[in-house]
Each structure stands twice: as structure tokens, then as C-alpha cells.
């Protein structure tokens, strides 16, 4: 069970290859997706595949045309959602540069106290900057 967890992270973190999109999705809930669409099929067609070096991803592209579409339908949604995701979060620092230098410019930087201060500060700090917190995943 937990070979085939990692073969679904795998999967979804390297599927990495389309365009950000207006959500995201965090590697848990891609996991769940991908479990329910790609078990079948990666126990199939991947069962010996290593779970290392995208082993499991490269295995279902080989197999495109075996896999079921679900499954290949689902891998792409959640390679959208999660760069989606990763784009966000890199964004979140200069989205919210104001805000910051605002409400919590004496704080600390470094092991997320900045982003705790953010976060407290919520009805305070400007619209594009939640949102861009709330797509990152932080809240």
C-alpha cells in the first residue's frame, strides 16, 4: 500500500507539464484522485516499475494507450492543479510584498513566522494577496 502512495506522488509531482489554472490541489488530495482513477491501472501495467525517478509516470505513459481514460484524464487535471498550486505559492511572497512591509515588517524572518503574521492579519491584508494565500494552500 505505501509503494503505491509514493507511486502516486510520483505520478503527480513530475507530471508537472501544463498551464497554472484558477485552483490548486495539494499532493494529498491528488493522491486521493489518482488512487481511485490509476490503482487499477498501475498495478496492472507498473507493478514492478520503481517508484523513483518518475518510474511510475514514465510506466503510464508507456502504457497511454492501456490506461484508462480516467486515469489519463485525472494525471493531467492534477498536474494542472498541482503546478497551479506551486506556481501560487511562489507567488505568494511578491503578491503579498505590501502587506507584508505593512502589518508585519518587524517580524522575523524564517520558520514561517512571516506567513503566521499574514495569516493573523487576514482582514486586514488586501484581496490579491489572500487569494493568492488561499490558492498556495497556506490557509
Known amino acids: 500500500m505505501s509503494r503505491l502512495i509514493f507511486a502516486f506522488i510520483a505520478v503527480a ?6 498551464t497554472a489554472s484558477a485552483q490548486t490541489i495539494g ?5 486521493k484522485i489518482l488512487s481511485a482513477s490509476c490503482g487499477s491501472d498501475i498495478q496492472k501495467y507498473c507493478k514492478t516499475a520503481n517508484l523513483g525517478n518518475n518510474g511510475i509516470g514514465q510506466c503510464l505513459n508507456q ?3 492501456q490506461v484508462s481514460p480516467q486515469c ?3 494525471r493531467q487535471r492534477v498536474a494542472t492543479l498541482i503546478q497551479a498550486r506551486l506556481a501560487a505559492q511562489a507567488a505568494v511572497a511578491q503578491l503579498c510584498n ?4 505593512q502589518y508585519c515588517k518587524l517580524v522575523e524572518p524564517g520558520a514561517g513566522h512571516v506567513l ?3 495569516l493573523k492579519a487576514e ?5 490579491k494577496c489572500n487569494e493568492a494565500i488561499d ?3 497556506y490557509r
Open 123 to 127: 482582514p486586514s491584508v488586501s484581496k
Open 63 to 65: 502504457h497511454q494507450a
Open 27 to 31: 499532493f494529498a488530495d491528488a493522491i
Open 98 to 101: 505590501r502587506d507584508i512591509q
Open 72 to 74: 489519463n484524464a485525472d
Open 135 to 137: 490558492l498556495a494552500g
Open 13 to 18: 509531482a513530475t507530471a508537472l507539464f501544463t
Open 116 to 118: 503566521r503574521c499574514i
